[in-house]
């Protein structure tokens, strides 16, 4: 477990950093905010190539920093890997000598995966011979992937790993670093400002604005809150844990959740793949008697739990309850006032198929 | 073009005095362009200055300095004449220190534009694996400095092979031992009928200048090719 707790200051009347927060066993921590919110400079603090002005940082029971106690353990005692958002390859090496630069100075009680299982892992056999500057955006990050967990770190730090490359190379690197978060039985902290990806990877969500922790949690707890940052976006939504569980001859996928089924378009996934989906509150209506004749498929029988106010003015967020899940629905007030909607009665929430394209793996 | 035997002497002995410069002041002057680029000290602007003075000032200046040092009665000659047996002045190891102490600044010069070439985010990874200072200078600093390392050898090597002032002054134009290419040419002038001979080395020292740069060009290329660098 990392425990962060640190103050810092860029320059006299610069950005003031002032945050806390933890990072679990294992999984994806998602250090999450609009640029400029300081999360780069936590990471940078947490690999040791920053000393903060005051505060500690603690990895699995050793001390990293403590200002109090004059404590700095330099980055090559640290044991962070650290995947940079610029690939940061050595261009005189070859990517098998990248990808071993790392191992060789392991400690050698270290454990991790081998030479063998991270390039199969990768996907990497066709670039050993090569050199950085013949490679891809893509290919690149992935030797940087690579590099980075061969050097048999206590901690994985990527920042923004996909923030340099253009849609078509995320989305062929994305796969990969899900296959990294399952195949490494290591914590790992995960710098972006990318919502797609914390639906695709994150377990925990740290939420920073202006160099301050808003919220930290599950990340499926903090998608319904609707007093966060989080609400005014456009994408606001719930995250929806879901097993595939078949695929019909006319081309739609059913997904499973906990209190009920969805029905989404076909899916490549075999049934028993688990999908998280982001349902947006604005892609949900609701009617106060079932309806009939729509083309919406997913009609899902839910509970009213409570009202907010929206994000933006005359909206209003309602929170529904269906089963043991959660669904938010953003309406304007006028619909509210019209249905008379107000806390436990029974309402029917319509969610149309096409919309659930926020889609992401989850372990 | 038929040479002579002390013609192909001089050749012979520019091109070692230049070597042996090169070689001499190759690895302080990476120490000090490290020192320069990468360090805050006291003295900082000091040495800058003192490296760079040869630039500066006049030939014959540097070569009296070296005498006034190295001279069998200076500070520095005098013991390493009387510990060591080691005698500078008049020498063609003379005429390689002089040779060095001109050609220090481009060295220095061409390894910081090297080094500054060089992302220290590079280094900054290199540290997050693992990599302790040394290790990473030699693994990851010096191999992407090496075009400006290589610069500056070539460069040096190239001007080293023409000095003139302070080798005179400070080793004599000895044939054999310290009348290097420059100084056979200005004996030449000197010498009634030696118009065709100076001509002669005149050329000679030119084309060697050119196929030297062209060298160097050639050098750099490659191996910013090899960095992966356009």
């Given at each position: 477990m990392l425990e962060v707790s640190v103050r810092h200051r860029y320059g006299r009347d610069g950005f003031a950093l002032d945050a806390g927060f933890t990072v679990a066993e294992a999984g994806v921590t998602a250090l999450f905010g609009p640029s400029g919110c300081g999360k780069s400079t936590l990471l940078s603090i947490v690999a040791g190539l920053l000393r903060p002005d005051a505060g500690r940082v603690v990895l699995g029971g050793t001390v990293l920093v403590d200002t109090a106690r004059r404590v700095f353990l330099p980055p090559e005692a640290r044991r962070c890997g650290v995947v940079f958002q610029d690939a940061r390859l050595f261009p005189h090496l070859s990517v098998a000598s990248n990808l071993r630069y790392g191992l060789t100075r392991a400690p050698r009680d270290a454990t991790g995966p081998g030479m063998a299982e991270v390039v199969a892992l990768l996907g990497l056999e066709a670039l050993l011979a090569r050199r950085p500057a013949g490679l891809s955006g893509g290919e690149r990050q992935r030797v940087a992937l690579g590099r980075a967990l061969l050097a048999r770190p206590c901690l994985l730090l990527m920042d923004e790993p996909l923030a340099a490359l253009d849609a078509g190379r995320r989305a062929e690197v994305l796969p990969f670093l899900a296959r990294l978060r399952d195949a490494a039985r290591l914590p790992i902290l995960y710098v972006t400002h990318a919502l797609e990806e914390v639906d695709a990877l994150a377990d925990r969500l740290v939420l920073l604005r202006d160099g301050r922790v808003l919220a930290e949690g599950a990340v499926e707890d903090l998608a319904t809150r609707t007093d966060l940052p989080l609400a005014a976006r456009r994408d606001a939504g719930v995250l929806l844990p879901c097993t595939v569980a078949a695929t019909d001859p006319g081309g739609l996928t059913r997904l499973d959740f906990p209190g009920g089924t969805l029905l989404a378009t076909a899916r490549p996934e075999p049934p028993g793949t688990r999908l998280r989906l982001r349902i947006r509150a604005r892609d949900v209506a609701l009617a106060v008697a079932e309806p009939r004749g729509l083309s919406t498929r997913n009609?899902?029988?839910?509970?009213?739990?409570?009202?907010?106010?929206?994000?933006?003015?005359?909206?209003?967020?309602?929170?529904?309850?269906?089963?043991?899940?959660?669904?938010?629905?953003?309406?304007?007030e006028d619909s509210v006032a019209r249905l008379a909607l107000r806390p436990g009665i029974p309402v029917w929430a319509l969610l149309k198929a096409v919309t659930f394209d926020h889609l992401g793996g989850v372990r | 073009m038929e040479l002579s035997a002390e013609e192909w002497q001089a050749i012979r002995l520019s091109l070692e005095v230049a070597g042996r410069s090169v070689l001499v002041g190759l690895v302080p002057a990476v120490l000090v362009a490290l020192l320069l680029s990468r360090s805050r000290f006291p003295g900082r602007f000091l040495l800058d200055a003192l490296v760079h003075l040869p630039l500066v000032v006049p030939p014959v200046v540097v070569g009296w300095a070296?005498?006034?040092?190295?001279?069998?009665?200076?500070?520095?000659?005098?013991?390493?004449?009387?510990?060591?047996?080691?005698?500078?002045?008049?020498?063609?190891?003379?005429?390689?220190?002089?040779?060095?102490?001109?050609?220090?600044?481009?060295?220095?010069r061409a390894v910081r534009l090297g080094l500054d070439q060089v992302d220290p985010g590079l280094e900054a990874a290199a540290r997050t694996l693992g990599a302790g200072p040394l290790d990473r200078f030699l693994t990851v600093t010096l191999p992407l400095m090496a075009p400006g390392i290589l610069a500056g050898a070539v460069t040096a090597f190239a001007a080293g092979l023409g000095e003139f002032g302070a080798v005179i002054t400070f080793a004599s134009n000895i044939p054999g031992e310290t009348q290097t290419l420059p100084l056979a040419i200005y004996t030449a002038t000197q010498s009634p009928g030696g118009e065709a001979v100076a001509a002669r080395l005149a050329g000679l020292s030119l084309a060697l200048a050119v196929a030297l740069l062209l060298l160097a060009e050639w050098v750099a290329r490659r191996m910013h090719l090899l960095l992966g660098r356009a």
């Open positions: 009609i899902l029988p839910a509970v009213i739990q409570d009202l907010a106010p929206g994000s933006a003015p005359q909206e209003v967020f309602v929170r529904l309850a269906v089963g043991p899940s959660t669904l938010l629905a953003r309406l304007t | 070296l005498l006034m040092l190295f001279g069998l009665r200076g500070p520095i000659g005098a013991p390493l004449h009387d510990w060591f047996g080691i005698r500078l002045v008049f020498t063609t190891e003379g005429a390689a220190l002089a040779t060095a102490v001109m050609s220090f600044p481009l060295i220095v």
